[in-house]
T-cell receptor, first 113, second 111 residues
């Protein structure tokens, strides 16, 4: 079945760039998403990329998609302490799971001052 | 304001009791979802509904039940058959192939 893999932890210093990586298995996914979850809260959509794109930039966020390797990454430039959260990668589209999104287990980003 | 709400934010249950978690959305979304989140486990799908009066089991449906009598509402009942119900529960809704919108979550604790 479909699967999404992420590393569980990442620690960076304030001001550095953070790169969170994700691999997925369903090549028919239409969209790939990055969600952010702050402690005790729901998930908020950060950004998404359509499957026929290679890159998307939105202010401090850059998403790179390598469709051949089924690899997705999220780069956060000039990481701030407010970026500390859990980041979830998700894939979705009509191709798999009746259109439901498949989530990774989340990467906990810790930003040290 | 359009959005998705969950209540209560915190819920305590004694062993052997059923409890119902509320999820309401005014986004006019057809699809709604319930997830369970445990530390280090990510999100696990409990039930989902693509349309009113229809719902499907997700990966961990045992011990849970749902109803979808109205488009706006998708309540989740945690029954006494659920052996380890302490967790953070998230509701979401979605329109077509778009993003899922999440509620703020309900933290359920069994005493």
């Amino acid at each position: 079945g479909e699967d999404v893999e992420q590393s569980l932890f990442l620690s960076v210093r304030e001001g550095d760039s953070s790169v969170i990586n994700c691999t997925y298995t369903d090549s028919s996914s239409t969209y790939l998403y990055w969600y952010k979850q702050e402690p005790g809260a729901g998930l908020q959509l950060l950004t998404y990329i359509f499957s026929n794109m290679d890159m998307k930039q939105d202010q401090r966020l850059t998403v790179l998609l390598n469709k051949k390797d089924k690899h997705l990454s999220l780069r956060i430039a000039d990481t701030q302490t407010g970026d500390s959260a859990i980041y979830f990668c998700a894939e979705g589209g009509l191709g798999g799971s009746q259109g439901n999104l498949i989530f990774g287990k989340g990467t906990k980003l810790s930003v040290k001052p | 304001d359009g959005g998705i709400t969950q209540s209560p934010k915190y819920l305590f249950r004694k062993e052997g009791q059923n409890v119902t978690l509320s999820c309401e959305q005014n986004l006019n979304h057809d699809a709604m979802y319930w997830y369970r989140q445990d530390p280090g486990q990510g999100l696990r799908l409990i039930y989902y509904s693509q349309i009113v009066n229809d719902f499907q089991k997700g990966d961990i449906a045992e011990g849970y039940s749902v109803s979808r009598e109205k488009k706006e509402s998708f309540p989740l009942t945690v029954t006494s058959a659920q052996k380890n119900p302490t967790a953070f529960y998230l509701c979401a809704s979605r329109f077509g192939e778009g993003e899922q919108f999440f509620g703020p979550g309900t933290r359920l604790t069994v005493l």
